[in-house]
C-alpha cells in the first residue's frame, strides 16, 4: 500500500526563521509529489516535482526531490505569519493516477 | 472565472441517514476529485470522475458512490452514515487528469451524531 510521512508534524518559530518540511514516501510506480497549502480550507497547489535534484522556486518557497532516497523537502525562508498553515505533501503513482497524501505539518508562524 | 463550489457547506446527520454532496467544478473543467480529510487520517482519495466515468478510486467501503452529470458536476453520496464519516469533504476539479492543474473547493464539513 502506498504510504505517505510527513515530518514534523508540527513546527512552531518566529517570523523571520528559516523552516524546512519533510516528506518521505513509498509508492509503487511513482509518478509525482504534490505540495500544497492548506490555511483554512480548500488547499492550494504550490509545486509538482517528477525528477531529481531539480529545485523548484517560487520566492521564498523552495522545494527539491530525491528519488533514490525517496523524500522530498519544503524549504521556506524568511518565514511570514501568512505562512502558517498545514503543508500536505502528496504522490502520485502512475497505473492508477490517485494521491496519497501525508497528514500534513502544521506550521505556525510567531510574530 | 468562479472557483470550485460546493454545497451545502455544512451538515448534520445521525447515524444510519444517507447523504449527498454536490460538487460544481470550474467552467470547461473535466476532472473532478472526491477526498475526504480527518484529523486522524488526514486527507484521503476517495474517487475521481472524468466525463461522466468514474476512473479511479480509492478505498473506501461501497456506501460511499458518486457520480458525473454531463455538465461536469458531480455529486457524492454516502449510505448507512456511521460517526466516523464526520469529516470535511472536498473536491477538486482539473481541466484533465493533471493534479498541478488541480483546484479545490471549499468543502462540506459533515457531521454524523
Known amino acids: 500500500e502506498d504510504k505517505v510521512v510527513q515530518s514534523p508534524l508540527s513546527l512552531v518559530v518566529h517570523e523571520g526563521d528559516t523552516v524546512t518540511l519533510n516528506c518521505s514516501y513509498e509508492?509503487?510506480?511513482?509518478?509525482?509529489l504534490l505540495w500544497y497549502k492548506q490555511e483554512k480550507k480548500a488547499p492550494t497547489f504550490l509545486f509538482m516535482l517528477t525528477s531529481s535534484g531539480i529545485e523548484k522556486k517560487s520566492g521564498r518557497l523552495s522545494s527539491i526531490l530525491d528519488k533514490k532516497e525517496l523524500f522530498s523537502i519544503l524549504n521556506i525562508t524568511a518565514t511570514q505569519t501568512g505562512d502558517s498553515a498545514i503543508y500536505l505533501c502528496a504522490v502520485e503513482a502512475s497505473g492508477n493516477e490517485k494521491l496519497t497524501f501525508g497528514t500534513g505539518t502544521r506550521l505556525t508562524i510567531i510574530p | 472565472k468562479a472557483g470550485v463550489t460546493q454545497t451545502p457547506r455544512y451538515l448534520i446527520k445521525t447515524r444510519g441517514q444517507q447523504v449527498t454532496l454536490s460538487c460544481s467544478p470550474i467552467s470547461g473543467h473535466r476532472s473532478v476529485s472526491w477526498y475526504q480529510q480527518t484529523p486522524g487520517q488526514g486527507l484521503q482519495f476517495l474517487f475521481e470522475?472524468?466525463?461522466?466515468?468514474?476512473?479511479n478510486k480509492g478505498n473506501f467501503p461501497g456506501r460511499f458512490s458518486g457520480r458525473q452529470f454531463s455538465n461536469s458536476r458531480s455529486e457524492m453520496n454516502v449510505s448507512t452514515l456511521e460517526l466516523g464519516d464526520s469529516a470535511l469533504y472536498l473536491c477538486?476539479?482539473?481541466?484533465?487528469?493533471?493534479?498541478?492543474?488541480?483546484?479545490f473547493g471549499p468543502g462540506t464539513r459533515l457531521t454524523v451524531l
Open positions: 477538486a476539479s482539473s481541466l484533465l487528469s493533471s493534479y498541478n492543474e488541480q483546484f
Open positions: 509508492v509503487t510506480n511513482f509518478r509525482s
Open positions: 470522475y472524468f466525463s461522466e466515468t468514474q476512473r
